[in-house]
Antibody, heavy 121, light 113 residues
């Protein structure tokens, strides 16, 4: 079964850091571009970041550029999102999503259940 | 940025009736070289992650019931549920994956009348 399981969400103070993980199973992880999408409480979906299958290409939304870093460890079938300088507006459920092979296009056919990041003092 | 605007924001439809959601993009999301519209529809039920239903504007994802369909091209798109079932209560989002930043519509909340 194809599955994505996020973890790492927590309560963090403004200005703090956090690393999210997304463990993949049931497919050849290294072949697929992976994405992060977030959803603030009661709000819609916001695209965050992408990384190619081999990790050579990345993309960040302007709202997180310079503060977040996406990475992956294909030997562990795991995707990461290192989040820094966290702001109130970063508070959200963070979803990882499986993209396509060979392209950063954000067409996501498998999603994890999400992990919650709360930013508060 | 390509702005995706859905209408209506909410919709109440009787069981067995048709539900229609519109999505308009501020720029064309049609790639003229392959004649594909880079437009997807997702369903999100309460407390659950989004689920891909439709991609390339009209291609149904594997396992998605055929009462769900998508149409349109260029900047104007439509998502239709031909006969609403109780389990279709959800928020539906359109999304363009044509150009970064990839953007979603604001969502349409579908309820039973």
């Amino acid at each position: 079964e194809v599955q994505l399981v996020e973890s790492g969400g927590d309560l963090v103070q403004p200005g703090g850091s956090l690393r999210l993980s997304c463990a993949a199973s049931g497919f050849t992880f290294s072949s697929y571009t992976m994405h992060w999408v977030r959803q603030a409480p009661g709000k819609g979906l916001e695209y965050v970041s992408a990384i190619s299958g081999n990790g050579d290409s990345t993309y960040y939304a302007n709202s997180v550029k310079g503060r977040f870093t996406i990475s992956r460890d294909n030997s562990k079938n795991t995707l990461y999102l290192q989040m820094g300088s966290l702001r109130d507006e970063d508070m959200a459920v963070y979803y990882c999503g499986r993209g396509q092979i060979g392209t950063l296009l954000a067409l996501m056919d498998v999603w994890g259940q999400g992990t919650t990041v709360t930013v508060s003092s | 940025d390509i702005v995706m605007t859905q209408s209506p924001d909410s919709l109440a439809v009787s069981l067995g009736e048709r539900a229609t959601i519109n999505c308009k993009s501020s720029q064309r999301v049609l790639n003229s070289s392959n004649n594909k519209n880079f437009l997807a529809w997702y369903q999100q039920k309460p407390g659950q992650p989004p689920k891909l239903l439709i991609y390339w504007a009209s291609t149904r994802e594997s396992g998605v019931p055929d009462r769900f369909s998508g149409s349109g091209s260029g900047t104007d798109f439509t998502f239709t549920i031909s006969s609403l079932q109780a389990e279709d209560v959800a928020v539906y989002y359109c999304q363009q994956y044509y150009r970064t930043p990839y953007t979603f519509g604001q969502g349409t909340k579908l309820e039973i009348k």
